[in-house]
């Protein structure tokens, strides 16, 4: 079965450009979180769907958004970019809650 | 204000010998704990998970201990391999959210 699947795996982009970034969940699994790992802050929550709807959400800016399709893929968007927006961005799958997430490599993002 | 705390940043351990990694956390309604593993620039890899009504729970050379009274949980990794070094990171979640608090993590170093 394949795992988590995150495209693109690396980019640059320029302060106040947008950004997205897309997570294909393990087949099945219903549930995808996003995830921020920077040096400082370490792995930060960002938010978590379900069927399409966003069931929790981090302590991140209104700059920082997502959604999910009916196929369970997910993207997340960043409108305005900031220097401090260079992190790696993960997401997480997984059946439900209750059950352990399953992470994908993870989209690089530099912002210059 | 950090829920969930790895207060090691670093541990090195013989190859052979057991790796023992710490994790306290406050929050007293959270309902089961992960441990996860990670390379840089990779996402975290699942090793073991822990239901708050356990105690202890062991997969192979993996063992997790829980002290719900005292509000740590810690690893066990015996015998220690060269291939476990490795950034680890434990995480607390309820069950009504697949929101996973992290710790800041213990970078592991096995050594032959």
């Known amino acids: 079965k394949a795992g988590v699947t995150q495209t693109p795996r690396y980019l640059i982009k320029t302060r106040g450009q947008q950004v997205t970034l897309s997570c294909s969940p393990i087949?099945?699994?219903?549930?995808v979180s996003w995830y921020q790992q920077t040096p400082g802050q370490g792995l930060q929550f960002l938010f978590e769907?379900?069927?399409?709807?966003?069931?929790n959400k981090g302590n991140f800016p209104g700059r920082f958004s997502g959604r999910q399709f009916s196929n369970s893929r997910s993207e997340m968007n960043v409108s305005t970019l900031e220097l401090g927006d260079s992190a790696l961005y993960l997401c997480?799958?997984?059946?439900?809650?209750?059950?352990?997430?399953?992470f994908g490599p993870g989209t690089r993002l530099t912002v210059l | 204000d950090q829920q969930v705390k790895q207060n090691s940043p670093s541990l090195s351990v013989q190859e052979g010998r057991i790796s023992i990694l710490n994790c306290d956390y406050t929050?007293?309604?959270?309902?089961?704990f992960l441990w996860y593993k990670k390379y840089p620039a990779e996402g975290p890899t699942f090793l073991i998970s822990?239901?708050?009504?356990?105690d202890k729970n062991e997969d192979g050379r993996f063992t997790v201990f829980l002290n719900k009274s005292a509000k740590h949980l810690s690893l066990h990794i015996v015998p220690s391999q060269p291939g476990d070094s490795a950034v680890y990171f434990c995480?607390?979640?309820?069950?009504?959210?697949?929101?996973?608090?992290f710790g800041t993590g213990t970078r592991l170093q096995v050594f032959p």
């Open positions: 822990i239901s708050s009504i356990k």
């Open positions: 995480a607390a979640a309820s069950y009504n959210t697949d929101k996973l608090i």
């Open positions: 087949s099945g699994h219903r549930s």
């Open positions: 997480a799958s997984s059946l439900g809650t209750g059950n352990e997430q399953f």
């Open positions: 929050n007293s309604m959270f309902d089961y």
């Open positions: 769907y379900f069927s399409e709807t966003q069931r």
